[in-house]
């Protein structure tokens, strides 16, 4: 059996949300042809890479194959797995590209072994993105596999929840290049206080709590102003260019809410889904202006959140 599976980008944290809370993005998508034949043993290999990002994916042990090793693992599966990476998700800006390809992955094998434990899935997925961040982070993969926005609320046992949208935003995402890209995760991860004032505790559970509201029920405003964060944000301040510089000034000229896009440099800005395109080009003008004048090379896109991971039998 042969299958093409594709999974899209995805923004972690969401502000407040630290692990817990994941946006699918419909920016970029990776997409991994999965071809499995039936054997008495088990073998997992790459067998090509390609794509803008290839460079950054270790044809040996990269998200793909752990997440199809794990996979097999898990259900007690003998088989030999063949697999072929398009790496489109642009690596180390806080768009989720490690998890997009290991979601991907677990899509396909789910359609081929008929599973269907969301739960499973999002855990097997994780532990896959281990060989990229170098330890298990489901909230990413979560959003990659399901799509829309999700919600981590248990660890020990893995549970997730998509969280129902009365509304969809209009997004837009301004990406940095960024000035690390290995072990950017990791080095992200690091900077976090282990210790943290109960008064911040207390401000974040009541934002990631409007944040939550506010898409449940459809005031974008209030959602908006749940993306505010006082303890992870703060921290990361070295790796995020300019983010603290434009946040207030982008909320000024009509956003809703600002946070940044997982570890960073990326920053997600949620905008009414009829914001005019004058105000649009205004902020991307402000963008590119603001950062030209720093000498830092950024993108910006449009973009709308993106439904779940898709799978195609290329070969029954």
């Not at 259900?75 to 989720?96: C, D, F, M, T």
């Not at 210790?195 to 990631?208: F, S």
């Not at 434009?246 to 570890?263: D, F, P, Q, T």
């Amino acid at each position: 059996m042969k299958l093409k599976a594709i999974a899209y980008s995805s923004s972690a944290n969401l502000g407040p949300g630290y692990d817990v809370l994941a946006m699918a993005i419909d920016l970029f998508y990776d997409e991994v042809i999965v071809e499995i034949k039936k054997s008495s043993t088990t073998r997992i290999e790459t067998v090509n890479v390609s794509g803008p990002y290839s460079s950054y994916v270790p044809i040996s042990e990269n998200t793909a194959t752990a997440a199809a090793k794990e996979f097999l693992k898990r259900y007690n599966i003998e088989a030999e797995i063949k697999l072929k990476i398009v790496k489109n998700v642009p690596v180390g800006r806080g768009l989720g590209s490690s998890g997009a390809t290991a979601a991907a992955t677990v899509a396909a094998l789910a359609k081929a072994f008929n599973i269907s434990n969301v739960n499973e899935l999002v855990k097997i997925a994780a532990e896959g993105e281990k060989a990229a961040a170098g330890a298990p982070h489901p909230d990413n993969v979560a959003a990659s596999l399901l799509g829309g926005i999700v919600l981590i609320y248990s660890r020990r046992p893995l549970k997730v929840v998509k969280i129902p949208l009365k509304i969809k935003p209009k997004i837009i995402i301004i990406s940095p290049e960024p000035s690390i890209i290995k072990d950017k995760t990791k080095y992200a991860r690091s900077l976090i206080p282990k210790m943290i004032p109960l008064e911040n505790v207390v401000l974040n559970t009541g934002r990631i709590a409007a944040l939550i509201t506010g898409f449940i029920t459809g005031n974008l405003k209030l959602a908006g102003e749940g993306m505010e964060d006082s303890i992870v944000e703060p921290a990361r301040k070295p790796i995020l260019p300019l983010y603290f510089e434009v946040k207030e000034k982008l909320k000024n000229m009509g956003a809703l809410g600002v946070c940044v896009s997982g570890a960073g440099p990326s920053i997600l800005v949620m905008f009414e889904p009829n914001v005019s395109k004058q105000t649009l080009e205004k902020i991307k003008e402000y963008i590119v202006e603001e950062y030209s004048r720093r000498e830092i090379k950024t993108h910006i896109y449009e973009a709308s959140i993106a439904d779940g991971a898709k799978v195609e039998i290329i070969e029954g």
